[in-house]
């Protein structure tokens, strides 16, 4: 067997040759921007997944920051309803007197009556430099009964009764009630009013929520 | 190497280039800053998880506040009013049949953050006048404290009754005033 011979023209293979290169240079050039444009496209893509995942997110920042803005109005209001309170529990005498006046009567025996009664305040000051509130009601009953023991069943459902402390007899002595013999007598009590000052105790638990941040 | 190979390499880099600087970078920077953006929206989301919860733990208290303020407390209104209150004061006086008392205000004095003016009722009624009269001033809608009362009874079997009013007014006024005063 003899080698074998190149029977294409010279002209015919450089021709070739040159095809193949210039196949080679498309296939080079093609291939890299196929990838630059993969790659890019993907990039692209991936990030403008991330914008949608962005922009739900901003969208629940905003929601948050609604709430925020509420939340914010919610506690100022809460704010102003505790100065409020506070206002009217400083301002306010914790005890009515209708009330003091109602008990009065329901401990009262049949046959005593009450020439007068009065009511006043007794200030005092809760700490130094603050201002004097009514700390206690200073109550002076004076009246008439048949004997010692309706005043004494008097003075008992008094100091047995919450609202009033140090319940005293003044005086109780005896002075003819027109045909019969009667018992003038007088009493004294304090109605404390810092222990009942309700409002101011029972928003204190409001007061810790409503400040809570 | 020929120059139709380095002039192939050239422009082969030069196509990298163009790629890698206006498709590749652009998107990846893009993409990194989506994401940080995403991490930042995250944590700051994280951080305000408790917010709905708070808020709803707030207007609950809110509302628990506003219903026990409505049970447990009274008007302090801004404007003293003091004429219209004489004049219901006097309307249910009338009303009630009681003829024979006097009514005296006094100047309005500053008492904490409001504003206290004092006033006197004298009157004489029996039992159920004087104590239907306390039980009106202490039912208005408005704060009018009674800070003291004497009652003595007459010969003639009716009540002499004094009492010493305080008609309370102009909080926001001065609590304003306060404000004003505090800030520099």
Known sequence: MSDSMDLMPAA??????????????????????????????????????????????????????DIAQRLESVRQSAEAELASLRRYARAATPVSFCDVMTVVGGLMPESVSLTSLSITPRLERAARGTARVVGALNMELSGIAPTDLEIATLVAGMEANPLFARVTIEHARAQPLGDREGRVFGVTCEIDMTSRRVVADAFADYEKDALKK | MNRRSLQIGLAWLALVAAGLGLGVLPASNSLRNASSDIQRARSALEA??????????????????????????????????????????????????VQDRSIATGTPARENDILAAPMTLTMTSDFLG???????????????????????????????????????????????????????
Do not use: W
């Open chain 1, 12 to 65: 015919c293979r450089a021709r070739l040759r040159s095809r193949n290169a210039s196949r080679r240079v498309a296939l080079l050039f093609g291939g890299t921007g196929a990838v630059v444009i993969g790659l890019s496209l993907t990039l692209h893509l991936a990030a403008a997944a991330r914008r949608v995942e962005l922009s739900r997110l901003q969208r629940e920042a905003k929601i948050h920051a």
């Open chain 2, 48 to 97: 305000a998880s408790d917010r709905p919860a708070a808020l709803e733990r707030n207007e609950a208290t809110l509302a628990g506040l506003r219903a026990f303020a409505e049970a447990n407390s009274k008007l302090i209104p801004t404007e003293g009013d003091i004429a219209e209150f004489v004049r219901g004061l006097v309307t249910y006086l009338d009303r009630i049949g």
């Open chain 2, 130 to 184: 004087v104590f239907a009269t306390l039980e009106h001033v202490e039912s208005l809608p408005r704060l009018v404290r009674v800070s003291r009362l004497k009652l003595e009874l007459r010969p003639d079997g009716t009540l002499r009754a004094d009492m010493a009013l305080d008609v309370l007014f102009g909080a926001e006024e001065i609590a304003a005033a306060d404000a004003k005063g505090a800030t520099p």
